[in-house]
């Protein structure tokens, strides 16, 4: 496998000194959309799909890695990412949804977009009794705000939707 030198999204995110410019975010949030969408095209449904899953390589281009816990072909998933990235709920060595990926972009999309995951500052257990009645961080005034919120809300459609509107606000 290719060496990544600049290691996982989230940490470069999180780098201190690092100054990320919109252009770059844009580009990272694109790159994760599309990777998404190719991934749900071979019916793999990554089911741990976050930043820190996530590589930069010497270009900053991203690579999503880490499948031991996907779902190939609507198999039994392993496991399951973290409570800030899917919906509460969700299913544990049963069949997953593509939905739940989805879900996972949009927290992706917000930690692109605040350099921060969803809730960053509150325990698991609150993240989920705000998560269960749907209960989503701020999004006001926020750049890409819809598409996010559809992500959480499962109204989105497909990873091939998300890229699109995506690339359409980015470029309008």
């Known amino acids: 496998m ?8 989230r940490h470069f995110l999180h780098a201190p000194g690092i100054e990320i410019n919109a252009v ?15 991934m749900h ?8 799909f976050s930043p820190r899953n996530v590589l930069l390589d010497q270009k900053l281009s991203l690579k999503i890695a880490d499948f031991g816990c996907c779902s190939m072909d609507a198999s039994l998933s392993t496991g399951c990412g973290s409570v800030r990235f899917y919906p509460p709920h969700t299913p544990y060595r049963f069949p997953v949804a593509p939905e739940f990926d989805i879900f996972a972009l949009g927290s992706s999309i917000y930690e692109v ?3 921060m995951p969803p809730f960053h500052d509150l325990a698991t257990e ?10 989503f961080p701020d999004l006001i005034g926020v750049k890409f705000a819809d598409i996010i919120r559809d992500c959480w809300l499962f109204k989105a459609g497909s990873a091939r939707d998300v890229h699109g509107r995506l690339f359409a606000a980015i470029f309008a």
Do not use: K
Not at 2 to 9: D, F, I, P, S
Not at 41 to 48: L, P
Not at 126 to 135: F, G, I, K, N
């Open 2 to 9: 290719e060496y990544m030198v600049n290691g996982t999204l």
């Open 113 to 115: 977009v605040f350099g």
């Open 24 to 38: 770059q975010r844009h580009e990272w949030i694109l790159a994760l959309a599309e990777g998404m969408q190719m």
């Open 41 to 48: 095209t071979a019916n793999i449904v990554h089911c741990d």
């Open 126 to 135: 609150q993240v989920r009794s705000l998560y269960a009645p749907q209960q």
